[in-house]
């Protein structure tokens, strides 16, 4: 089952901060976060690989709640490189197969 | 990170004809590969996990004598579409699978843009 990203699409303006919601129906083994920009390849962020694990990679982080079968990514000061669309692509227990299902996408547009 | 190369970055067929597409990790070896493809503002939907060694398993709707998938080496894994038509046509992406276990990275390539007219 794809997971459910929300919101669909935010547009921000330079230093502002933004979440995007990961949410499966699901129980999850990992969640892991890309970014794509338009006709490029997506680009691995971050993955969480236990309940309560929160991560972070500069200005982006990422929380995962596994009882919730949610994770989120934390956008913080935003800059006009973190444009583009965002994915959560989701592992099934028992894991460690890296065959992943994907959200389907939260496109981010920062504006100077 | 990783480097994972896919060729050609382009593609145009006629309908009926076969094309192949190649994907490389290029700094270290991948025992698995995946291919998706991606419609235009869609997400990434796999089609394939590919197993250097041994066949290819194929999602569900997926036709494996479609889409040929043949991973000769720890590094190149190929896509063939054969007897291409217009509802082929989209952007297919591979990944790299680096690490194993609990660790573990995918690097995706550059994608590849097949157009069947």
């Known amino acids: 089952q794809q997971p459910v990203q929300s919101p669909q699409a935010v547009i921000l303006r330079e230093g502002e901060d933004a979440v995007i919601n990961c949410s499966s129906s699901k129980a999850l083994y990992s969640v892991h976060w890309y970014r794509q920009k338009h006709g490029e390849a997506p680009v691995f962020l971050m993955i969480l690989l236990k309940g309560g694990e929160q991560k972070g990679h500069e200005k982006i982080s990422a929380s995962f709640n596994e009882k919730k079968q949610q994770s989120s990514l934390y956008l913080t000061a935003s800059q006009l490189s973190y444009s583009g669309t965002y994915f959560c692509?989701?592992?099934?227990?028992?894991?460690?197969?890296?065959?992943?299902?994907f959200g389907q996408g939260t496109t981010l547009q920062v504006k100077p | 990170g990783a480097v994972v190369s896919q060729h050609p970055s382009r593609v145009i067929c006629k309908s009926g004809t076969s094309v192949k597409i190649e994907c490389r990790s290029l700094d270290f070896q991948a025992t698995t590969m995946f291919w998706y493809r991606q419609f235009p503002k869609q997400s990434l939907m796999l089609m394939a996990t590919?197993?250097?060694?041994?066949?290819?398993?194929?999602e569900q709707g997926v036709e494996k004598d479609k889409f040929l998938i043949n991973h000769a080496s720890l590094t190149l894994s190929t896509l063939t579409v054969t007897s291409a038509h217009p509802e082929d046509s989209s952007f297919y992406i591979c990944?790299?699978?680096?690490?194993?276990?609990?660790?573990?990275?995918?690097?995706f390539g550059p994608g590849t843009r097949l157009t069947v007219t």
């Open positions: 692509g989701t592992e099934k227990p028992p894991g460690n197969t890296g065959k992943l299902i």
């Open positions: 590919s197993n250097e060694g041994s066949k290819a398993t194929y």
């Open positions: 990944s790299a699978l680096r690490g194993q276990g609990i660790t573990y990275e995918q690097y």
